[in-house]
């Protein structure tokens, strides 16, 4: 499950499909499991196939400082060997089985994502069972493990998107634990050790930490028997606990530009703050937002790519996490037309936090958010992500479930007042990759009022 | 089910305004099982009908979800461009979301979102596609905007100058300042030297640069017309309610007189060609480029096989050698192109850093040697054809990715149901078969390389394009 959501992704909840037919479903259904874990199911009949989803309760926020990248290569040494089989051998029954499986490390979660046909359910999961509760944690594959996340981390400079997306965590996250990535750097996973990855997953992959869904053609019977099969395969142990600090606001304006040679094409992101789930007036913030940016007619787009073709894709976004996370504005123009459209941004988010939205805007995004809101809950996994999301980021019991009803409940005066209370065009942070030689003075000119600037190689760890 | 819907068809055809808005009901085909009804579903299957002008229309009722999918596929995509002119199928996907008759600039994606639309398009060598998904009372909605902008496209000047700048800005996203993105670029090029797919379908820079209106006018006339398109509809809807609707709104619109196809086929590739690029990478990428055969030919689902032998998953051939075993690549992947005409059985590899290329092409080929000289393991059959079914299977989930294999199936099969057609296939492939294949596509000597290398190596004096 992505740990973190957008205005223009936000899996939301029960319906009303359009206007007329009023059809509300309710949460799926949870029931409790073995050692203090929960589960959930949500069946379907729609195609053969059966969706898990195996969470714990703690992520790349509980890796010790400049040891980024733990949580995540424990969780990948899971699939490297357990008791009787290899890598290898792991590898051949999950794909003999018709089956799939990943792991995917968020700020607060470490999850396993499996599917498999149907008619394969029950040894896919004894499978999983000796996955996950017999790991051998082999020193040679740990030796490998790390020498192959290293040289990925290294290829993934390639990405221009990914480097400005990384560069943004730590502009807006100084010395916060947002602002490490589940991945890590070259550098602190090289540092890594077994007995590291060892102690992580006896204090991490317990029982009491375990948030357990299911999709698809399965029952509820069904789940909740293998469903206590793979809680017992870890062992029973306390809640981790996580306690961060709430993530500090940045002052001032400050770009950080990350030098690439060779640019043609720039990626633009611009941000503070944004919106924790239980604020009083996250869902104005979340509207409004979406006016702005959160549509293909959005005021962004509109200035941006509409009138001007500057930039093939552009968007404004809230992510939700357990403290207070960003808000984003994102482009991507060619070279030339970056400081110019560094420019508009800002004068676009200046006119956005000084005089909000109009009474028509409004109107139109709930329309949108509101009918749009079936392609959340159209397929079985995506109506189980809400309750885990739900679950694992400690969400308002209704944010799915009354989705509907907190749209309709925004007012003009209410997404007006979220706007200048939680969002400043003072204090922001403006993220630019491209090549410095061709445009660092131009951009660096575009935006008044620039405290400092901090020029960051590409290949930087 | 055949009878009951020829029985619809006729009803809905007393009301036809004339023989051009009539429909004539093709027959029903069996979206195939796959253990749905052994679970409590319904067998469903898709109807297809003929309008009088030579519109397609095929239609999946599937009541999972409150929502409905509406394709408009048309038989035009680069492959139907010429010299100078490549991009103008993608351009239109652009252009199609602009002004038409009645309909101001913007308004188009305005109203469908009002509605709680999701709404793109994709343009290939082989076709362009449209699509709505909406909640399902908005059905009515799809079948004006669809039709108008089938029909009453306005092409001014401003929005073309305005979209050919936003594609320009699409190509180097994904082509110029992408790596992979123009290594795959220049595989094609030089693999193809007279068939169209030789030009990308975004198109050459300075084409895209160079469009007039009236380049934008004369190939909507020639290929936005009824008898170039289907459209595919999947989600809850009622047949007579979507038999009149499309009826209503297509039935007056002119067929066109659509050329013959011109293409050249490609001469059969007799050397090794091979191109090295230099880009600010940290570590060498390899793409290879073997001639294949066409999607609808007989050897597709054997090469298909032997593709998720190489490179399907951690547990493929690929995999376990090049990134486990030797640690000369950290990533890896190869696809059987599914084209009409014959396309390529694309290989990529990104070499560990500081590896060089040669090492691992050098690997890469005595996996390809081994294919050629012995048959597969049954197990690896076994596993290959199940990661095939699942794919498949995942990509049947929601009403969107139904209607996406039909439309396409049909588009470059001619038979909407053909994913399990091929599901059938891929279960009768042998494994004597699949040598058969590698020995007849996997030729070292009639290959297309493309090499990238980091621009420090670069450097030191290989030769660069």
Redesign the interface.
Known sequence: MSASTSTDDTAKTPKK?????P?THGSSPRFELPGGAVGYVES??????VSIVLSFRSGALADPEGRDGLSRLTARMM?RGCKGMT??EI??A???????IGFDVGPSTISLHA?????NLQPFCELLVKVLGTPTFDQEEFD?LK??TV??L??A??N?RALAGLAFRRAVFPGHPYSRTAAGRPASVEKLTRAEVLATYAKRFVQSDIVLGFAG?ITLEEAKTLGALLVHSVPQGPHVENELPEPAHPVGRKLFFVD??????TQILIGTLGTHPRDPDHWPLVAATAVFGG???SRMM?EI????????GTSARLSIERKRHAFTMGA???AADCAPCVSLELKLLEDFTKDGITPRELA?IK??L??????E???A?KRLGQALETELLDLPADYHTKYLAHVHAVTLETANAAVAKRLSAKDLVVVVVGTASDILDSVTKAIPDLVEHVVIPF?HD | MSQKIAALTARVNEKAAGDGAKWTYEGSVPFVDLGVAALGGEVPHVHRFRLGNGLRLLVLVDRSAPVMSYFTWFRVGSRHEKPGKTGLAHLFEHLMFNESEGLKAGEFDRKLEENGAESNAATWLDWTYYYESLPKDRFALAVKLESNRMAKLVLREPQIVSEKEVVANERRMRVDDDVEGIANEVLYKTAFTKHPYHWPTIGWMVDIENFTPADCVAFYKTYYAPNNATIVICGDVREQDVLERIRDAYGVIPASTLPEEDTTPEPVQLESRSVTLKKPTASEKILLGFHGPALGDADHAALSILNEVLFGGRASRMYRELVTTHEVCTDLRGWVSTFRDPGLYEMYFTARTGTPGADVLARADAELARVRDEVVTDEELERAKARLELGLVQSLETASGKAEQIGFYDTVLGDPAAAFRRLEAYRRVTSGEMRTAARRYLTLDARTIINVLPEAAAATGQAAE
Do not use: C, M
């Not at chain 1, 599917?115 to 008619?119: A, K, W």
């Not at chain 1, 690439?260 to 094409?265: A, F, V, Y």
């Open positions: 499909t359009a206007t007329k037919t059809k379907s009949t729609v195609v053969p196939l699939r890598s290898s590898e051949s999950v794909d003999r089985l018709g089956g799939e599917q498999v046909i149907r008619r490998r020498r192959e040289a990925e290294i290829d400079r390639d221009d053609a690439k040679p060779e640019r043609t094409q549509t293909f007619t509109r790519r509409s009138k001007r073709g500057w930039s093939y991507f123009p060619a139109f329309n949108y509101i009918r749009s809101h079936a392609f809950i159209d397929t996994p290949d």
